[in-house]
Nanobody, 120 residues
Framework: QVQLEESGGGLVQAGGSLRLSCAAS????????IGWYRQFPGQQRELVAS???????SYDGSFQGRFTISRDIAKNTVYLQMDSLKPEDTAMYYC??????????????WGQGTQVTVSS
């Protein structure tokens, strides 16, 4: 059974936008915070943004302002709206679920990832 499934990645020109979706199973969505991570080749995954169980958004580092996390409770889905994309945003993007999400937490549940490629 798929617990988390990402979609929405693709190829976009610099300055463009993409909206990633993370569809979660009902049990995962209701019991966990959900975060978006990204991973560059050969590097560890880094936290981009998270949504608490209560719907409180949080952003890591410099992502706030260009990236916006939101959710649709009826669809058990968390979104990551990415605007003003830069070539350096090119990475594999993953969503993950855990009771709490911080940079110190390694979530137990992960999706398969969706590739985002930003051309210059």
């Amino acid at each position: 059974q798929v617990q988390l499934e990402e979609s929405g990645g693709g190829l976009v020109q610099a300055g463009g936008s993409l909206r990633l979706s993370c569809a979660a199973s009902a049990s995962i969505f209701s019991r966990n915070a959900i975060g978006w991570y990204r991973q560059f080749p050969g590097q560890q995954r880094e936290l981009v943004a998270s949504m608490s169980r209560r719907g409180t958004p949080s952003y890591d580092g410099s992502f706030q302002g260009r990236f916006t996390i939101s959710r649709d409770i009826a669809k058990n889905t968390v979104y990551l709206q990415m605007d003003s994309l830069k070539p350096e945003d090119t990475a594999m993007y993953y969503c993950a679920a855990a009771g709490y999400i911080t940079t110190a937490v390694i979530p137990a549940y992960w999706g398969q990832g969706t590739q985002v490629t930003v051309s210059s």
